[in-house]
């Protein structure tokens, strides 16, 4: 499209170092004040947090849907490096359950963004339903079905779903170590 400015995500000019330091200070701010506000953070408020000014976080993010944005994919990103890891257990099953307790201790700590996300229309994308998140929760899944630690029949889907029930129970302030053994409960082969 002729006259459409790229975002800083998919500008592909790289950016200067310090460009690339205001960035992630910004973004840092930004994870430490959306877990203590919850979506009433202020983009000033973040501005102020990382040492920058708001011009400089608005050159970055232009609204506050795509600060979210970034963060939401920092943590699809630290989600998938989760996945690689467990696959790193000798036993698919403690692969499993460290998965899972690593994924519901992360959640914990990201309420406030995941109440910030609440408000913001995705549309159709999905950000945890990419091809590398899929492929790398397929390799953890895999793995435990062969040695017959999980049920059979749960598939990608079915594990993203109670995902994403897990981040909406521990969203509500449930325990996070107990709501994970209810997914574990609910994925083991009887």
Known sequence: MTGTIP???????????????????????ARDSFAQAGRDVQMPDVARAAG????????HFPAKEDLVRALVGDKVQAGIETAREALTR???????E???????TKMAGSRGLRDAMSVID???ENPWNTEEARRC?????DRARQTSAIRTDLTVDDWQAL????????A???????QAEFVLAAVRSR
């Open 122 to 124: 995705l549309g159709d």
């Open 137 to 141: 929760a397929a390799a953890v899944l």
């Open 7 to 29: 975002s800083p995500a998919t500008d592909p000019r790289p950016q200067r170092a310090d460009a690339r330091r205001n960035r992630e200070r910004i973004l840092v701010a």
């Open 52 to 59: 920058v000014g708001v011009g400089t976080l608005y050159r």
């Open 172 to 178: 509500t302030g449930a325990d996070p170590a107990r």
């Open 98 to 104: 460290w998965l899972v307790h690593q994924s519901a």
């Open 90 to 96: 000798d036993d698919p099953w403690e692969a499993i």
């Open 163 to 170: 995902m994403c029930g897990l981040s909406a129970a521990i």
